[in-house]
């Protein structure tokens, strides 16, 4: 047998994988993982050590982190992401986006990345240790780029954007090329006088080769990295014009001087250096609700330590300590009031516009400016864990995000330079062996490359996204990611929670009738079961026991049960409160109280009942709790309504009550008696028709519709887990908000597709005109300047948008 002959067998290159895992508690955990691990084809070796909750992995060069990741979900587990934002400088167009992009994607470990033309910044989910920063920040340099971790203060939106007062290049380039312009005028009107050869070159070069050297720069690094971008078109289209007039100057220097085309290379170069300037300033326009939030943040605060009030840097102070805020300062942290009462004007948080009463009691927001009174507040949140905090990082995250529809503009970046210079080469190659006039091919072939514009296709959608969620956010409406404004445009269905969405959340008790007459001991053993929940309707059978001076008595193995009451022990006695279903589940006879509960129902109240389940189950009577209805509840309905959108109630009350609100505020459905885990089957049943569904709730009962929905919409009066599940958040709890947010959806939505049906228009005509030779090169360096300058200044026109003011 001939050995030779046989192929002989190499080892694919490996990589080595590091994974953070969560969810492993012990040995058992780590032989599962390694066991899933090792079983996907192409890992050679996994290892994991427990202490440090880290997975080393040696596989094959196929093998990606997807496929890694799957494999640890699937064994029970997780990995766990970092996230790292990037400041990236040098990017000009969409084909520099795409091509960060791709760059940073390469790097091992990177789940995601998400690059903004608009604030130059990027957003990357890695998994794996720290020191993948610095291979983030190598693979952009590799890609032609330089980029810096952004810090932790929030200042990196405002500076990601360069000041707008560099102007000084604009000036002294306008300065240059102004002569070279005018002897064309004279030309129209019929002078032939032109300024020498050497003048021209004179005038041109600087501005070619030192104003101009920006463009060559970040050609060149683009060349490097093997792709292409806006400056290296500019770049390749100037020299052409340039070096064509050098040329001709140099040909004809014993006989006449010929036209020459410096005024053309100068002039483009000029208006690109105007646009980008001018384009510089409508972008810093776009970041100004960033600014605006980050300029609440107080830099100190007065701080009373041992009967003395000292004045502390805001990073000194600790939960807990009791700041003093003066009239017409500004609210240093977030907390509670614990002496005085005031007025705060909160409109640049919560967009409401007048102020608000603050007594003792009270919460307060750091950022907010106190009106008239001195107060007291004990400190519950700092620096990153603040509500201002929290609502920065949101717009930020949101603006940094990419909208769904951006898919298509990355498609058509990562093509758009080399298929233009490809145009241009044809249109060079088509007038020079078609017409033998090789100098109108040179200068059609410049028009070519000068007018095409992929700045304005990578700044359509993010310019829009920018102004959309900062405008919303002066009003109260906080957005949490692009692909949340770009949906809630199509919602057809509102489906709104009761409790603390449509009414104030703050019920009474209006009635506690008993079976055996004991009021006093009925109101007692109601209160005693609920006497450590913060549920609304339980604070208020408390404040009614509190009222007539009754004490709640200790209470055993109390638990609430999910959309059905409440369990406890008191005394001797095994009680229930609840439903009606659970009423119904534990087979107690409700005949005595039947025809009075129905009557309350009917009037629009909560019924709650009240047995003891010791032996036989006995009912010992009902409760019934009246909530009032939001006084903007009926204008949120009636401007969805407007809007063509219809408004749908889910709620776990009864029917009475349901069918009253309804009535009241024109809902066009009810859901009533829903259990909290049967809303997301509602939002579902409801998504079915194929139309677009919002869910609005403030309860941790609501988190799991409000992640079902197509846009969870969560009031900021609530929960933190609501606010987690929702997409937006509204700062105020005003369901008319609702219809605000989806009126702005709809106006950036518009925006956004006014922008790109542009910007791809004026590709799809600029070029073929300027391929047939129908555009001078300085119109179409003129065009090409300033479609970047009209897409974000059609995006700013969104910073007009008033709201409704409710």
């Not at 913060?534 to 208020?540: D, K």
Request: net charge neutral; glycine share 8%.
């Amino acid at each position: 047998m001939n050995t030779a002959a046989l192929p002989i067998a190499t080892p694919l290159q490996q990589t080595d994988w590091t994974l953070p895992v969560e969810g492993m508690t012990c040995a058992s955990c780590v032989s599962r993982v390694e066991k899933a691990l090792t079983a996907v084809p192409g890992v050679g070796e996994a290892s994991v050590n427990l202490a440090t909750e880290m997975a080393s992995v040696k596989a094959d060069k196929q093998v990606t982190l997807q496929v890694l990741r799957a494999a640890v979900d699937k064994a029970g587990y997780s990995v766990r992401e970092q996230s790292v934002q990037l400041k990236v400088d040098g990017m000009t167009c969409a084909s520099c986006v795409s091509r960060v992009e791709k760059a940073l994607k390469q790097v091992p470990g990177v789940a995601s990345a998400e690059v903004n033309l608009a604030t130059e910044t990027a957003e990357v989910r890695f998994v794996g240790r720290d020191n993948n920063l610095a291979a983030l920040i190598a693979a952009v340099d590799k890609a032609g780029y330089s980029a810096s971790p952004v810090t932790q203060d929030g200042s990196s939106t405002t500076a990601s954007t360069k000041p707008a007062n560099d102007w000084w290049p604009v000036a002294v380039a306008a300065a240059l090329s102004v002569p070279l312009v005018l002897p064309m005028f004279g030309l129209l009107w019929g002078s032939g006088w032109m300024l020498p050869g050497w003048l021209q070159l004179a005038l041109a070069t600087p501005v070619q080769f030192w104003l101009g050297a920006r463009f060559y720069r970040s050609g060149w690094k683009a060349l490097k990295a093997r792709a292409g971008n806006m400056d290296l078109l500019v770049a390749l289209g100037t020299s052409a014009g340039y070096g064509l007039s050098v040329y001709l100057l140099w040909a004809h220097r014993d006989h006449g001087m010929p036209h020459l085309y410096f005024e053309a290379s100068a002039v483009v170069i000029t208006l690109v250096l105007l646009g980008k300037w001018l384009e510089t300033r409508a972008k810093r326009q776009t970041t100004e609700a960033i600014r605006a939030l980050n300029a609440l943040r107080p830099e100190t605060a007065r701080v009373r330590r041992d009967g003395q009030d000292i004045e502390l840097p805001i990073s000194q102070v600790l939960k807990g300590d009791k700041v003093v805020i003066r009239p017409g300062e500004r609210v240093a942290v977030d907390g509670v009031v614990i002496e005085g009462s005031s007025q705060i004007d909160e409109s640049l948080i919560t967009g409401e516009s007048l102020p608000v009463a603050k007594h003792a009691g009270d919460k307060v927001t750091g950022g907010s400016v106190n009106a008239e009174g001195l107060l007291v507040v004990e400190t519950t949140a700092i620096g990153a864990e603040s509500t201002l905090a929290r609502i920065v990082r949101l717009v930020e995250s949101a603006q940094a995000k990419k909208a769904p529809i951006q898919r298509l503009v990355d498609r058509v970046s990562e093509v758009f330079v080399p298929v233009v210079i490809g145009i241009a080469l044809l249109t060079l190659l088509g007038w020079g062996l078609g017409t033998g006039n090789w100098e109108t091919a040179i200068l059609n072939a410049v028009a070519v490359l000068v007018i095409a514009c992929p700045c304005a296709l990578g700044l359509a959608t993010p310019t829009a996204v920018m102004a959309g969620t900062g405008v919303a956010a002066r009003h109260g409406i906080l957005i949490k990611d692009a692909e949340a404004l770009e949906v809630a445009h199509k919602i057809k269905i509102v489906a709104f929670d009761k409790t603390g969405t449509l009414t104030e959340g703050k019920p009474e008790l209006v009635a506690a009738d008993t079976v055996n007459g004991d009021h006093a001991a009925f109101l007692i053993a109601s209160a005693s079961i609920q006497a450590g929940s913060e549920h609304p309707l339980a604070r208020a059978v408390l404040e009614a026991a509190s009222r007539e001076g009754l004490q709640p008595m200790p209470a055993t193995e109390v638990r609430a049960i999910a959309g059905r009451g409440m369990a406890a022990v008191v005394g001797q006695r095994e009680l229930r409160l609840g439903s009606t279903r659970f009423m119904e589940e534990l087979k107690v006879d409700l005949g005595m109280l039947t025809a009075r509960a129905s009557e309350l129902q009917a009037q629009g109240r909560t019924v709650s009942w009240v047995a003891d389940v010791t032996g036989q189950p006995v009912l010992l009577g009902l409760l019934a709790f009246g909530d009032t209805l939001k006084t903007t509840a009926a204008l949120a309905v009636a401007k969805l309504h407007e809007q063509g959108v219809r408004a749908v109630l889910v709620t776990g009350d009864n029917r009475g009550s349901a069918e009253m609100v309804g009535r009241q505020l024109g809902l066009d459905d009810i859901r009533f008696e829903v259990l909290p885990e049967d809303k997301a089957r509602i939002i579902a049943e409801l998504k079915a028709g194929g139309l677009a569904v919002a869910m609005v709730g403030d309860g941790i009962n609501d988190a799991p519709a409000l992640a079902a929905a197509d846009v969870g919409i969560a009031m900021s009066t609530g929960t933190d887990v609501a606010m987690h599940a929702a997409g937006v958040t509204l700062m105020r709890g005003n369901p008319a908000l609702v219809a605000d947010a989806i009126d702005i959806s709809r106006r950036t939505y518009a925006k956004i597709r006014q922008n790109l049906f542009w910007a791809f228009v004026y590709n799809v005509v600029g070029i073929p005109l300027a391929a047939f030779g129908l555009l001078n090169p300085v119109i179409a360096g003129a065009a090409m300047a300033f479609s970047s300058v009209s897409v974000v200044s059609n995006a700013l026109m969104l910073r007009r948008w008033k709201g409704s003011n409710t």
